[in-house]
């Protein structure tokens, strides 16, 4: 029994299609990526980095001690 004319190849195309939107999305993402890079470059060279304090209260000594206790199951 011949295949119709519509299913011709239809693998194929489906496999090209596939490859050809994880290139795109692949391409996008690494665009993204050096975007973002030269920002952080580009705000690191104006000295906006500086003097930045750290967030995490677990590891400062001196900070606010969070107080963790509750029920227990």
């Given at each position: 029994?011949p295949k119709?004319k519509?299913?011709?190849?239809?693998k194929?195309?489906?496999?090209a299609r596939?490859?050809?939107?994880e290139?795109?999305?692949?391409?996008?993402?690494?665009a993204?990526q050096?975007?973002?890079?030269?920002l952080?470059?580009?705000e690191q060279?104006?000295?906006?980095f500086e003097?930045?304090?750290s967030?995490?209260?677990?590891?400062k000594?001196d900070?606010?001690?969070?107080?963790?206790e509750?029920p227990?199951?």
């Amino acid at each position: 029994m011949p295949k119709s004319k519509h299913r011709k190849k239809h693998k194929e195309k489906v496999a090209a299609r596939k490859t050809r939107l994880e290139n795109e999305k692949k391409r996008v993402k690494k665009a993204q990526q050096e975007f973002f890079m030269n920002l952080i470059k580009s705000e690191q060279e104006k000295g906006l980095f500086e003097n930045t304090e750290s967030i995490d209260p677990i590891l400062k000594e001196d900070g606010p001690q969070l107080d963790i206790e509750g029920p227990t199951l």
